[in-house]
C-alpha cells in the first residue's frame, strides 16, 4: 500500500523559512513525478512545485510563479523522499501543503505535471501558518 507521510509544517512569522519533508512509501517513486500542492481556506487546491527526469541522475524542478525564488524543491531517491525548502515565507503561502506522487513514469520531454488530476497519490498534509 502506497503511502505519502508530510512533515515540516509549523507557524513561522514572515520572512522566515520552513522545510517540508514527504516520505513515500510502498513502492519506489525514483522514476515519476512527486511534486507539492497546497490548498488555503476556501480556496481551491493549487500547483507548488514538481519535478521532472529524463534519465541519469539529473531532475528538473519547476515551481509556481508565486514562489519563484523564495521555494526550492528537491528529491533524495534514496531515501524516496520529495523535500520543499521554503524561504522569505508570506501570509499569503499559509496553507495547508500536500505531498502528491504520480502512478505513471516519466515519458520523457520537457512537460511538467501541474495539475491535480495529473497525480494518483496523495498525502494527508501538513499546515503551514505564516504570520504577519
Known amino acids: 500500500q502506497v503511502q505519502l507521510v508530510e512533515s515540516g509544517g509549523g507557524l513561522v512569522q514572515a520572512g522566515g523559512s520552513l522545510r517540508l519533508s514527504c516520505v513515500a512509501s510502498?513502492?519506489?517513486?525514483?522514476?515519476?513525478?512527486m511534486g507539492w500542492f497546497r490548498q488555503a481556506p476556501g480556496k481551491e487546491r493549487e500547483f507548488v512545485a514538481t519535478?521532472?527526469?529524463?534519465?541519469?541522475?539529473?531532475?528538473?524542478?519547476k515551481v509556481n510563479d508565486s514562489v519563484k525564488g523564495r521555494f526550492i524543491i528537491a528529491r533524495d531517491n534514496d531515501r524516496n523522499t520529495v523535500f520543499l525548502q521554503m524561504n522569505s515565507l508570506k501570509p499569503e503561502d499559509t496553507a495547508v501543503y500536500y505531498c502528491?506522487?504520480?502512478?505513471?513514469?516519466?515519458?520523457?520531454?520537457?512537460?511538467?505535471?501541474?495539475?491535480?488530476?495529473?497525480?494518483?497519490?496523495w498525502g494527508q498534509g501538513t499546515q503551514v501558518t505564516v504570520s504577519s
Open positions: 519535478t521532472r527526469w529524463t534519465g541519469g541522475k539529473v531532475y528538473y524542478g
Open positions: 510502498g513502492r519506489s517513486f525514483s522514476s515519476n513525478a
Open positions: 502528491a506522487a504520480r502512478e505513471a513514469p516519466y515519458s520523457g520531454g520537457t512537460n511538467y505535471y501541474a495539475g491535480v488530476d495529473d497525480y494518483d497519490y
